[in-house]
Each structure stands twice: as C-alpha cells, then as structure tokens.
C-alpha cells in the first residue's frame, strides 16, 4: 500500500497523559499536512510542512502540541497533559510540491480522552 | 462569517435524482478549490478538483463563480453509494492552509 498510513488508528489515554502519532505520506510527497476532525465538522488545518521545515501553524495549535518532520519524510504529532477537549480524529495528509494540487489522507488517528 | 461555508443538511433524495451542492468562501484571493468526500468514520477522499470553466467527470460537475464566491456541486442519477459527507476545501495561496467546510451530508434513499 502506497498511501498515507497514519499509526496508531485509535488511542485511548487518560486525562493528563502525553500522546504520540505517527504519519508516514505517500513517499514522493514533499508537503504534509495535519488535521484536527470533530464530529460534524470539516477538518481543521492544524499545521503543514514542507519538507523537515514547518512553514505553518494554526492558531489552534497551542504550545501543548508539537509536530516534527526531522527527515522530510515521516511526521510526529505530539500533544502534552492531554485535555478531554483534545478527543478528536487526527488526520494526515500529503501532497505534491507542485502548485497547489489535491492532498491525500490517511485513515487517521482517533484519540479517546478519558 | 466563517471561511467556507456549506448547508449541512441532510440532503435526502430517492436513487435517479439530481441534486446540487453549494459552498461559499469569503476570502477573493482564494486560487484553488476542491470536493472531497467523506463516508461515515472513514478519511476525505478527493472527489474532484474545480477548474474556472467548470469540469465534469461522469455524473458529477462542478463549478466556479469567483463573482459571487462560490462553488457547486452537481450529481446527476444518484446511486445509493453517492451517500456520504461531501466536504468543498478553497486554498487561498500557494502552499498556505487548505480551508474545509463542515460538510453537506447527502442520503440517497432507496
């Protein structure tokens, strides 16, 4: 499978507690993106990188949460003291760097705060 | 107002019908737009990339009205399979954030 593959598919984790996820994007994909999904909602941009460089992050990343992409290649999402709030889908995503093309996605990673 | 915009429905139509979707955007330097589908629990998938002149693929056509600020969406004889969440994504720059709407849910019933 040549897709974007996102690690662990679901967490489950105790309020307070530090959580990791894995994405590794499509291998020719210079971009990768990540995605916070609520129920009923679109994906919200959390950040993007272009390459090992982080070019972009969105005000709803606070300083608890923390990506890296120190090879260019697979991609760590970190969130410290976990809040009930953080439950959500996770997703990855990664695109080409030519223009603006399509992103492609992974299955995601649904954390369970309890 | 919020950056992309959508009616989030349901939208629930018998097999055969058309029906059509739309989504604003408030920013006019917006350069890309895109339909992603989405099934229950499952990530975006793209449907579509939205060209100025308007593209069709199969039953499904999509437009561009940068006057107004909008795109659409059209799906011609509706196969039960057609039901999902159908996600309209503008990015307003090269390489900035792609901006999702929340999603129009479509049933299309037997």
């Known amino acids: 499978d040549t897709g974007v593959s996102q690690d662990p598919r679901h967490k489950i984790t105790k309020r307070g507690q530090n959580v990791t996820f894995r994405c590794d994007p499509i291998s020719e994909h210079n971009r990768l993106y990540w995605y916070r999904q609520t129920l009923g909602q679109g994906p919200e941009f959390l950040t993007y990188?272009?390459?090992?460089?982080?070019?972009?992050k969105s005000r709803l990343l606070s300083d608890r949460f923390s990506a890296e992409r120190p090879k260019g290649s697979f991609s760590t999402l970190e969130i410290q003291r976990t809040e009930q709030g953080d439950s959500a889908m996770y997703l990855c995503?990664?695109?080409?760097?030519?223009?603006?093309?399509?992103?492609?996605f992974g299955d995601g990673t649904r954390l369970s705060i309890l | 107002r919020k950056e992309v915009e959508q009616d989030p429905g349901p939208f629930n139509v018998p097999e055969g019908a058309t029906v059509a979707f739309n989504c604003t955007y408030s920013?006019?330097?917006?350069?890309?737009f895109f339909w992603y589908r989405q099934d229950c629990r499952k990530e975006p998938k793209l449907l579509m990339s939205?060209?100025?002149s308007g593209n069709e693929d199969g039953r499904f056509t999509a437009q561009l009205n940068r006057a107004s600020q909008y795109i659409s969406l059209l799906i011609r004889d509706s196969k039960l399979s057609d039901s999902a969440t159908y996600l309209c994504?503008?990015?307003?720059?090269?390489?900035?954030?792609?901006?999702f709407g929340p999603g129009t849910r479509l049933s299309v019933l037997p």
């Open positions: 995503a990664s695109s080409l760097d030519r223009g603006i093309g399509p992103q492609h």
């Open positions: 994504v503008v990015n307003i720059g090269y390489g900035q954030n792609f901006v």
């Open positions: 990188f272009q390459n090992e460089a982080q070019l972009e």
């Open positions: 920013n006019s330097a917006s350069q890309s």
């Open positions: 939205v060209y100025s």
